[in-house]
């Protein structure tokens, strides 16, 4: 059974400490991605990766970075948390970026609390 | 960048009933997909549909897709209480190689 793991449900940070949010991959996808979701706006990309050390912005990377050392593996990083950041955090990853066969699995979700 | 915009924002119906959710969306697409997501968890794909196709069925699910209008709808026939999710819909844009840009979602409840 194909998996996307999150290396928590719920977290509790506060303001100011750096934060890192952990996802791995079991299906040998070179596509993976971190979005945000918060009501009423939907599922937000904040960035993805195509392949081992590369990174592209989505449309809301400002205060977050990324890592993706290893193909199985993608962090996000909160370099100073804020209470803005107070929101659901999901992982995907994908075989293909685009064109047939591109559906993404997800994650279950961190849910992340900036106090 | 949104460009998926789903219809209604919320449905509420009773079991049983045929649920209809629309998607429109601004570009031309090489896919259009749909996904549910129970409360608080991830994103279940549910169905992919080409942009050369136009109706795709799996079990109770039947999707549509109008590339002239740029629209799609998804249908849940005979609903349960289990399909008591919010269902989304993402389209792969056909500008080049960048990701799906999902919608905001419809929130269905189905009463028992």
């Known amino acids: 059974d194909v998996k996307v793991t999150q290396s928590s449900r719920y977290l509790v940070k506060r303001t100011g400490e750096k934060v890192f949010l952990e996802c791995v991959q079991d299906?040998?996808?070179?596509?993976m991605f971190w979005y945000r979701q918060d009501p009423g706006l939907g599922l937000r990309l904040i960035y993805f990766s195509y392949d081992v050390k590369m990174k592209e912005k989505g449309d809301i990377p400002e205060g977050y970075s990324v890592s993706r050392e290893k193909k199985e593996r993608f962090s996000l990083i909160l370099e100073s948390a804020s209470t803005n950041q107070t929101s659901m955090y999901l992982c995907?990853?994908?075989?293909?970026?685009?064109?047939?066969?591109?559906?993404?699995?997800f994650g279950p979700g961190t849910r992340l609390t900036v106090l | 960048s949104q460009q998926g915009e789903e219809d209604p924002q919320a449905l509420s119906i009773q079991e049983g009933e045929n649920a209809t959710m629309n998607c429109s969306y601004k570009t031309s697409i090489n896919n259009l997909q749909w996904y549910r997501q129970n409360s608080g968890r991830g994103l279940v794909h549910l169905i992919l549909i080409r942009s050369n196709e136009r109706e795709k069925h799996s079990g109770r699910l039947r999707v549509t897709l109008d590339t002239s209008k740029k629209s799609s709808s998804l249908l849940i026939t005979a609903s349960r209480a289990a399909d008591t999710a919010s269902y989304f819909c993402a389209t792969d844009p056909h500008s080049g190689n960048t990701p799906l840009v999902f919608g905001k979602g419809t929130r269905l409840s189905v009463i028992a």
């Open positions: 995907a990853s994908s075989a293909l970026l685009a064109g047939d066969n591109n559906e993404q699995f």
């Open positions: 299906m040998d996808h070179e596509n």
